[in-house]
């Protein structure tokens, strides 16, 4: 009987690595060049860390600084799951 042979190795997401375009108001912290999705995460935590903005007393929320606060729609507050969302509305 012969073994499967189980490959760890993640194959990446296509939809992820294929570039997008950030809005006006979310090139001010990604760029406004085109960016896989993957880069325009990593870039918006990178900024996130960088200006502390993470909530100390419960990591999953993040506080908007005035450039957040216009991509997450005026609120000052908002999780970590409802960024991912309020941030798609900013990629064409």
Known sequence: MAKKSTSSERKPNPALMKPVQPDEI???????????????TKKLWDY???????????????????????????????????MTKLVSAHIK
């Open 26 to 40: 979310l090139a001010v912290i990604v760029g406004s060049t085109p960016i896989p999705r993957s880069e325009v």
């Open 48 to 82: 996130i860390k960088k200006n502390e903005l993470q909530d100390p007393k419960k990591k999953t929320n993040i506080n908007a600084d005035e450039a957040l606060k216009a991509v997450f729609g005026g609120k000052k507050q908002v999780t970590m799951f409802e």
